[in-house]
């Protein structure tokens, strides 16, 4: 692997994981925001953000990983 390669492939693992870091803040405010709701459909609305936060950083994760291999 070549410098440049090298330095692309940090530069790409830093922008991932600093979208990850991300996605953790916006998890935070979704569970914050379930937290202090007591409207049924307001629930329903955070659970589906929360599920697809979820969703988004478990393939965060995946990328990581595959960059990394």
């Not at 530069?11 to 914050?32: G, H, I, N, T, V």
Request: proline content about 0%; overall charge positive; charged content about 30%.
């Amino acid at each position: 692997m070549t410098r440049k390669e090298a330095k692309m492939l940090k530069k790409e693992y830093e922008r991932r994981f600093a979208e990850m870091a991300d996605m953790r803040s916006q998890l935070r405010c979704a569970y914050a925001a379930f937290d202090n709701t007591t409207d049924c459909d307001m629930m329903d609305a955070c659970i589906y953000e929360i599920n697809a936060l979820r969703s988004r950083y478990n393939s965060a994760v995946v990328n990581i990983k595959n960059l990394i291999q």
